[in-house]
């Protein structure tokens, strides 16, 4: 048996795909990677089990080249009992119908004909043939136009999507390997002229800059390929303490995030930029450097309480006191405001996620003691409709202990409160507009209940269920 199938062979020995009873649909473009990868593929499954689908889509770049490469994949198909789907899609019209370039186009198109083959065979993996070259060439043109870790890591052996798994196992193979392996196999290929056009950056690299680059380093390619995979293994690292980080820092609000400025501070910079990557993963720009820097550095700094800035795609940042929120803007929270009749009630705020419990009792209320989550109040001093309420320009309280009054806005300024949740704060107001309190801040010094108080309204907030 060929030396070079015998290590695809042992590298991909454990490898579920494998197993007899599967079925693995094949990317075959008719070019001597893929034809190859056919080769390898049919071979082992005589004696595992699992059965191959040559999946090969003519993208009608080239007329009568690509029809050549279409009946090519066919016959050899055909030749050696391979099952055989294709497709012939006018890729250049739908290039015209949505400006795509015309690699993302005949991706966008290819990979789909691959999903569909799948579904139809029941496969649980797509082979590509993606060689070591391929993956030389990714991580450079990657470098050139910058990235980071992740990217570096260049093409992933497998990915994963949904219930179907895409594999490359070719990926530590050079083209010259390959090469070799069909002409001792007697396998067939085809060459596509468009790979010695200069028209695409990919082939630029391969053709010009590769090569001059290797009269400094003959072994650049093994290199990169090396970088390749130790980039890709601390990429993994990273990504799974960057999703322990923000499990542990950050809670989920709406459709964007709370995070915990202390504990973002005690984080290393790179798990801080791995974390807001994390969370800007849904947006087109997630992986611009200077977008994640500006969030990261905006929740880290002392000095940013306040701060606020639209970080693009409805997103915006903002910075309060211990807290940061990082998603879409919020929409507008109309004021609320609820009677509340008499002295025995439940009003639920759902603005506030609480219920106020109001409770009329035979008792003076002078030795009663009051906690963050109640008040009492002299039955005779209040004047009802009382009013549960959100805040309001100019709003005043008069504390309890204290001479004079207090804007309320200062006293959310004092108690830390978040701008964003001052107004969800309920206030508790009389029929005079007088505030007599605000759960877990202060009481007001009106209609304290005394000796001589003959009942009492008791007041207390739940959360709301």
């Known amino acids: 048996m060929d030396d070079l199938l015998l290590r695809v062979m042992e590298e991909t020995s454990e490898e579920i795909w494998r197993a007899p009873g599967q079925t693995v649909v094949a990317a075959v473009s008719g070019g001597p990677d893929s034809m190859a990868l056919l080769h390898m593929l049919k071979t082992m499954a005589e004696t595992d089990g699992f059965r191959v689908v040559a999946a090969h889509v003519n993208h009608r770049f080239r007329g009568e080249e690509s029809d050549a490469e279409e009946e090519l994949v066919k016959q050899v198909a055909r030749s050696w009992q391979v099952a055989c789907e294709t497709a012939a899609i006018d890729v250049p019209a739908y290039i015209a119908a949505t400006g795509l370039n015309p690699q993302s186009a005949a991706r966008e198109k290819r990979y789909a004909f691959l999903r569909e083959v799948a579904r139809r065979n029941g496969a649980s993996a797509i082979a590509l043939g993606h060689h070591a070259d391929d993956q030389a060439e990714t991580v450079l043109m990657r470098f050139l136009r910058g990235t980071g870790i992740g990217g570096m890591a260049g093409i992933p052996y497998r990915r994963r999507e949904k219930d179907l798994e895409l594999i490359r196992p070719l990926l530590r193979i050079t083209k010259r390997e390959l090469l070799e392996y069909g002409v001792r196999n007697g396998v067939p290929h085809a060459v596509d002229s468009s790979n010695a056009k200069r028209d695409y950056f990919r082939n630029k690299v391969r053709l010009d800059l590769l090569p001059m680059l290797e009269q400094y380093n003959p072994q650049l390619r093994a290199a990169l390929v090396r970088l390749s995979e ?83 795609g409805g997103w915006i940042v903002a910075c309060e006191y211990d807290e940061a929120y990082l998603g879409p803007q919020p929409s507008v929270r109309p004021g609320f405001a609820y009677a509340v009749s008499g002295p025995d009630a439940d009003i639920a705020v759902p603005e506030a996620k609480v219920v106020f419990r109001l409770r009329s009792l035979d008792e003076s209320g002078s030795s009663l003691a009051e906690s963050q989550r109640e008040a009492f109040f002299d039955l005779a001093a209040l004047r009802f409709p009382l009013t549960i309420r959100s805040r309001r320009p100019g709003d005043r309280l008069e504390p309890l202990g204290l001479k004079g009054s207090k804007k309320v806005q200062d006293m959310f300024v004092d108690a830390k409160i978040p701008r964003s949740l001052r107004d969800a704060v309920p206030l508790l ?8 309190w605000i759960p877990g801040l202060r009481r007001s010094r009106h209609a304290v209940p005394d000796a001589g108080t003959r009942k009492t309204v008791r007041v207390f907030v739940e959360e709301l269920r």
């Open 230 to 312: 130790l980039a890709a293994a601390e990429n993994e690292y990273m990504e799974a303490e960057a999703g322990k980080a923000l499990a542990e820092s950050a809670v989920r609000k709406e459709e964007g995030w709370l995070i915990d400025r202390r504990r973002f501070r005690s984080l290393h910079v790179a798990l801080q930029r791995r974390m807001i990557k994390l969370i800007l993963s849904c947006l087109e720009n997630a992986n611009d450097f200077g977008q994640v820097e500006v969030v990261a550095q905006a929740i880290a700094s002392e000095r940013t309480a306040g701060y606020r800035a639209d970080i693009g």
């Open 429 to 436: 107001a009389d029929a005079d507009g007088r505030i007599l």
